[in-house]
């Protein structure tokens, strides 16, 4: 009996960074569904991309199929035409294509209007609407959004918010967002071996004080100097507690002043970036939250899939959309935003209320989350089912 064809399926983005390799790995194994992706080699900025030699490797032995197109950035980086998109649009006989919603790219916008002439089905990967827009940018966007027959977007919120502004909810389909689960479980079973209280001491010089961690990029817009003044509140309620950095980026230098300003160095460490997993693994492991004072993003499925519990703030206008990876009072918890002294109370909340609970039940509540929705795994099958279906 000849075997049914299966769908084709184009994926194209600006580029793909270096976290997404699981999820498209994953994808390329889908017995029914061929995906081909389509991008530039490489990011043109500092961000890690996946490496285009998978391009190479055969989808057996764990490459991709994967064309590339040559990216040309305009207006101070802002907008996007992609060399190659509009040919591709008009020739190729893919049944459904997958586009990154970014409204900033112009190309986008003419393979979108030209493959809706050509009757073929399409997609868009994005955020979304995050907050309550009106006015002009508004309107655009939604001329944008309008051009594809749906949307794979990350989270609940943007789903909501999209449907009060008139989009079916029919075609409005979250996908979440995923790392390396594999890693992550394959770590998680070797953390038991770690001892921390010796990894604490090569830290700090008080190292049975609770331990607060930032991982991610140092960034200004992560407004982590919120960090520093809630911890400068705690100490002075004789609440002691130390901190570790593990990122690196151009606000570094004002946090460590900061941090010397207040001549409690002894308590802050600043490790530098980590692209070791098992290190992260062992440094989270460590610690007792993660807290993330602008917007969490992806630190909170590092975070919770190695089972540390995640702070953040509560205003969804100005979060990522891992943010709802968060359940108060389980895995984490949500302070008022831009409020330092909410920001305090939290981690001393928490710390408090938690410090007779086991290690191990705090762990399980973190993972639950990562493991039943945000990984490779559970992300395809949304994915394949949606574009099997024609949902």
Request: net charge positive; glycine share 6%; proline share 3%.
């Amino acid at each position: 009996m000849k075997q049914p064809t299966p769908l084709k399926v184009a994926v194209v983005y600006h580029y793909f960074a270096h976290y997404r390799s699981p999820i498209f790995t994953e994808l390329m194994q889908t017995k029914d569904i061929e995906y081909t992706l389509f991008s530039d080699n490489g990011s043109g900025n500092d961000i890690k991309t996946m490496d285009p030699k998978l391009a190479n490797i055969a989808v057996e032995d764990g490459g991709l199929r994967w064309s590339f197109f040559k990216n040309k950035w305009l207006y101070k980086n802002v907008l996007l035409w992609q060399k190659g998109m509009v040919s591709m649009s008009m020739k190729s006989k893919f049944d459904v294509y997958v586009l990154l919603g970014n409204s900033y790219f112009i190309s986008t916008w003419f393979a979108a209007a030209i493959l809706r002439i050509r009757g073929k089905r399409i997609y868009f990967w994005t955020h979304g609407v995050t907050s309550d827009e009106k006015g002009f940018k508004w309107w655009f966007r939604k001329v944008f959004y309008k051009l594809a027959h749906g949307m794979l977007l990350y989270g609940h919120g943007a789903k909501k918010i999209m449907a009060k502004k008139g989009f079916a909810e029919k075609n409005l389909h979250v996908i979440y967002n995923s790392l390396d689960h594999k890693s992550q479980l394959a770590n998680r079973a070797k953390i038991e071996l770690i001892n921390a209280d010796e990894v604490k001491k090569t830290l700090f010089a008080e190292p049975n004080l609770p331990l607060i961690m930032f991982v991610g990029r140092l960034t200004f817009h992560k407004k982590l100097e919120q960090i520093i003044e809630a911890v400068d509140i705690l100490q002075k309620e004789q609440f002691k507690v130390n901190v570790l950095f593990v990122g690196d980026g151009e606000a570094k230098d004002m946090l460590m002043k900061l941090v010397a300003e207040q001549n409690i160095q002894q308590h802050y460490h600043f490790y530098g970036a980590c692209y070791d997993e098992m290190e992260l693994c062992k440094l989270l492991f460590i610690s007792d939250i993660c807290v993330s004072p602008g917007e969490v993003g992806l630190s909170a499925i590092t975070s919770l899939g190695y089972g540390t519990p995640v702070i953040s703030h509560n205003d969804f206008n100005y979060q990522m959309p891992e943010y709802e990876t968060i359940i108060p009072g389980v895995n984490g918890d949500l302070f008022e935003r831009n409020s330092t002294f909410a920001l305090a109370n939290k981690i001393k909340a928490w710390i408090t209320s938690h410090k007779d609970v086991p290690a191990q039940t705090i762990r399980e509540n973190c993972y639950r989350v990562v493991d039943e929705k945000y990984n490779p795994t559970h992300q395809a099958e949304i994915i394949n089912k949606i574009l099997l279906n024609h949902e």
